[in-house]
């Protein structure tokens, strides 16, 4: 089990709203669905973003 002060400071390192920023950018500047506009390309991955940092938070801060 990971320690919980260290667990804390990655969820807050990675989870936040310039991150996730730069992620969902990074990803929809790398993605092409040829039937999808960029706008949104880039709700779907935030959807996905918002869903991924969800588990890891769960994970990351699960005590016991």
Known sequence: ???PMIAAMISEYLFNDKTKAE???KLN???D???INEKTEGKIIEA?????E????EV????G
């Open 23 to 25: 992620v969902v950018k």
């Open 54 to 57: 969800a588990a890891l938070k």
């Open 33 to 35: 669905i040829p039937i």
């Open 48 to 52: 996905l973003w918002e869903t991924v």
């Open 60 to 63: 990351l801060l699960k005590e």
């Open 1 to 3: 089990m990971a320690n």
């Open 29 to 31: 500047e790398n993605v």
